[in-house]
């Protein structure tokens, strides 16, 4: 009898561990402190500094960070880049991760290629304490993006969302989201609107569980969306 309570109770702890039966439980406490976003940021040996003037904690269950790059500053030597936004927290019972990298400026249009976001995703990995490669391995089975959901942008015009739905272990999802936008424009009488240089921004969004990822998108606004194969 003590052989088969011992057994039982040793199943009882290692489920509790890795979350068997249940959702993932993540090795650190959400929201992310300042310290865990900056180690990541270390450990990427990004030259990323914390803006504490633009990061926010709305809750003991949300706070924002927002990163900036210390070696940059924008054309005329005021401020850093933008270089990304980490929000993180606990909704709906379960936690959840929203991160907004700005990429880089090209003056041509530009595609989205994942070997240029690479540092981008292994920092979510990190920050998610997720194995290295998941994303990247995840995104590389897709052919091509699941949805496009288009935004009328006042002084952009329409500007086409891709997005790739993944479903990764322990029931978490995640959406990528890529768009490249104008950023610098010329005009004359003879060309018209010229675009001179385009900007990308990279969102990945993980939630630990359909609850959560449910949870957010009735909370997401109105846009005209379409499947990708049209």
């Not at 995703?121 to 920050?127: F, G, I, S």
């Not at 001179?196 to 609850?211: E, G, P, T």
Request: charged share 25%.
């Amino acid at each position: 009898m003590k052989r088969i309570l011992c057994f039982y109770l040793t199943i009882a702890v290692i489920c509790a561990l890795f979350g068997c039966g249940g959702e993932a439980v993540r090795p650190v406490s959400f929201p992310l402190t300042d310290d865990e976003v900056l180690a990541a940021v270390g450990q990427m040996k990004l030259s990323w500094e914390l803006s504490p003037d633009e990061s926010q904690a709305y809750s003991e269950n949300q706070r924002s960070h927002v990163l900036r790059d210390a070696d940059m500053t924008y054309p005329g030597g005021e401020g850093n880049p933008l270089r990304a936004i980490v929000s993180s927290g606990n909704a709906a019972g379960g936690d959840y991760l929203l991160i907004s990298f700005e990429g880089t400026v090209q003056t041509e249009k530009p595609e989205p290629d994942w070997d240029c976001w690479q540092k981008q995703l292994r920092l979510t990995e990190l920050l998610w304490s997720m194995d290295e490669g998941r994303l990247t391995a995840a995104l590389s089975k897709k052919t091509g993006p699941d949805r496009i959901i288009t935004q009328n942008l006042e002084t952009m015009g329409a500007v086409d969302n891709l997005v790739w739905e993944l479903s990764l272990d322990n029931g978490e999802r995640c959406d990528v989201r890529w768009h490249c936008y104008p950023c610098d424009f010329s005009s004359s009488a003879q060309t018209g609107r010229v675009v001179n240089k385009w900007a990308q921004r990279l969102s990945v969004k993980i939630y630990a569980s359909d609850k959560v990822y449910d949870y957010f998108a009735a909370l997401s606004g109105k846009t005209t969306e379409k499947p990708a194969a049209e």
